[in-house]
């Protein structure tokens, strides 16, 4: 089983880095739509049918996944809260420099943990996504391709891999990217990370 995660295309939020980065619809800008099609064009070269793509239920994710349906001839799109944006809790109307600013005088060991008033974990959203992945895996072998955002592909891969906090803080996500994950032994091995038409690593 492969398992492709794309993270959405470029919204206005992503340029300002403003606090409607969180949990709050913003849709794709015209370069974010750009982004995404360059992105369907990786994915045909490298995936195999059946293909089930499910998204955040986020409008950017949505229409990052609808782009990609259309692009690629799928089924219809599925929806899963697992793959949401991070839930910061009150910290939802600060800016996503100021978040990460928090972040970053902990010690790597210690972000994990850390929980916003009335949010989640990097841990937590790490284990719904692994959940989501683990469930999928357990029925018919399939191509999966999850649309979501920074924080929720970054812990989840992280989980996956069995991965210690410094890998999860060090890992680049563009706008628009996608990474792979593929079935190895009782596990998942890393193909690729954050790879777009530009960054082909």
Do not use: C
């Amino acid at each position: 089983m492969r398992v492709f995660f794309v993270r959405h295309g470029q919204t206005l939020a992503n340029l300002q880095h403003s606090s409607s980065s969180w949990n709050h619809d913003s849709p794709l800008t015209e370069d974010g739509r750009g982004q995404v099609k360059l992105a369907a064009e990786l994915l045909r070269a490298s995936f195999e049918r059946p293909v089930k793509i499910i998204a955040s239920p986020l409008l950017r994710t949505r229409q990052t996944a609808d782009i990609l349906a259309s692009q690629l001839n799928t089924g219809p799109v599925l929806v899963d809260d697992r793959l949401k944006e991070a839930n910061v809790g009150y910290w939802g109307q600060r800016t996503v420099d100021d978040v990460n600013d928090d972040f970053r005088k902990l010690s790597t060991a210690e972000r994990p943990t850390l929980r916003p008033p009335h949010g989640e974990t990097w841990l937590e959203i790490g284990s719904r996504v692994a959940q989501l992945v683990e469930e999928m895996s357990a029925g018919p072998s399939l191509t999966l391709v999850l649309v979501s955002h920074d924080a929720p592909i970054r812990f989840g891969v992280g989980t996956l891999l069995h991965e210690d906090s410094v890998k999860w803080s060090d890992r680049k996500f563009p706008t628009g990217s996608i990474s792979l994950l593929e079935a190895s032994g009782n596990g998942w091995r890393e193909v690729y990370i954050g790879k777009t038409q530009g960054n082909l690593r």
